[in-house]
């Protein structure tokens, strides 16, 4: 098999990203109007976590069924269908008549999402090295700023043109469909054999290889189920401050640019610091900045909280690299473990996040939720010794 230049890579690489923001504009349009739908529907927390789980569940949890299949039979439609599947049904979400149309909206809209993420990721291992890592900090970046311009980009349509006008918000999806289409080889390298799918299918996996997914899987879980709620529970407690949906919209700007920003600077310092200790600083680190939150004035707790961006999100391309290295064969199945599987978990304990909050309010259900980055932060002491195992 013909290996690709430095210059096609960068190529797929640059198209990735940019699919990328494009699709993760769509997920986010729930988080946006969260507040609207909210009084809409005269909906509790429990029924707001929700919509935000469905939204987790849908574009996660089947992540590694569609990153099995995009590994065996190419990224290229998956990339492209997903993109406008996610464009169609979540630029509906503001004009459907009752809650549950919404949840219809968003599980649907959110498989296209599913089916974008793995072979988009995988993209990014294509480069070797530590280039390996610069290929999905850039990825990364890419979806972390669609999704952090989403919320405010929906509610900006939504409040210029009205709720009925919200089908315009396909527009991109639509046009950089067809520039995948255009430009996206139909196979990739990452794409099995029939020989080495047999292959796959008879390899035994160490004990330890699996001790060290489940960790890195955890790790990505607790970062997941922090980023979920706080992106479920902040607008609500915004709105409770008297913030606006635009207000809000670009306080979530901020923190997810910010967390795009903090991907990149975490890939750069894999090279000179051990990869679980900069897990390990950026979980510590947002304890405390959580925690303060709730502490301070408006201004101040706005701070607090796009920093928290900065440092949750920066672990993203160092799980997926981690990810990559322990199933190198397999490498968009390897991306959904710790971009999807781990969110759809989320997504589904962050529905008993929300009825806890109904009981305890949205202050004492985050504070509880520290104890999983606080978890993750004791288990990466082991990661050296699981990897030293498998050398």
């Known amino acids: 098999m013909r290996k690709r230049s430095t210059t096609e890579n960068s190529h ?9 923001f494009t699709v993760d504009l769509y997920p986010a349009f729930i988080i946006g109007i969260l507040p609207l739908l909210a009084t809409k529907f005269n909906l509790s927390i429990f029924q707001v976590s929700t919509l935000t ?22 990224i290229k439609k998956y990339m492209i269908y997903g ?20 949840l219809i909206f968003l599980f649907l809209g959110n498989l296209g999402v599913s089916a974008y ?15 390996k890592g610069f290929g ?49 080889p139909s196979q990739n ?7 080495q799918v047999k292959k796959t299918r008879k390899i035994k996996i160490k004990k330890t290889k699996i001790l060290s997914i489940f960790l890195i899987w955890f790790t990505a879980f607790a970062r997941d189920i ?19 949906l635009i207000n809000t919209s670009i306080i979530l700007l901020g923190f997810g640019l910010i967390g795009g920003v903090g991907g990149i600077f975490s890939t750069y310092f ?61 490498l968009s199945l390897a991306s959904s473990l710790v971009v999807g599987f781990s969110s759809g978990f989320a997504g589904i304990a962050n529905m008993f996040m929300g009825k806890l909050a109904d009981n305890i309010g949205i202050q004492n259900t985050i504070y509880i939720l520290l104890i999983f980055p606080f978890l993750a932060f004791i288990l990466m002491f082991f990661l050296p010794k699981l990897e030293q195992k498998l050398k």
């Open 136 to 184: 999905n900090s850039i990825i990364s970046f890419g979806g972390n700023a669609g999704y952090a311009v989403g919320a405010l980009f929906f509610v900006s349509i939504v409040e210029k043109f009205g709720v009925n006008f919200s089908l315009l918000a396909i527009i991109p999806g639509i046009i950089i469909s067809l520039l995948l289409y255009k430009t996206i």
């Open 270 to 330: 894999a090279d000179r610091i051990k990869r679980n200790i900069l897990i390990q600083i950026a979980y510590i680190i947002v304890i405390p900045l959580i925690f303060f939150i709730f502490k301070l004035n408006q201004a101040g707790s706005i701070i607090l909280f796009i920093l928290v961006g900065f440092f949750l999100i920066s672990t993203v391309p160092i799980c997926i690299s981690l990810s990559h290295e322990l199933l190198p064969r397999n």
């Open 12 to 20: 797929n690489i640059i198209l990735s990203t940019i699919g990328h």
């Open 117 to 131: 993420h793995p072979p988009s990721a995988s993209i990014g291992a294509e480069y070797k090295g530590s280039k």
């Open 53 to 74: 789980a469905v939204s987790q569940i849908s574009n996660s949890i089947t992540q590694p069924f569609f990153g099995y299949l995009s590994d065996k039979y190419g």
């Open 226 to 244: 922090l980023w979920v709620s706080l992106l479920t529970f902040m607008p609500l407690y915004f709105a409770n401050q008297k913030i606006n």
């Open 83 to 102: 993109l406008l599947c996610a464009s169609l049904f979540l630029s509906l979400i503001a004009v459907a008549p009752n809650y549950l149309l919404t």
């Open 189 to 195: 390298s990452n794409c099995l054999t029939e020989i």
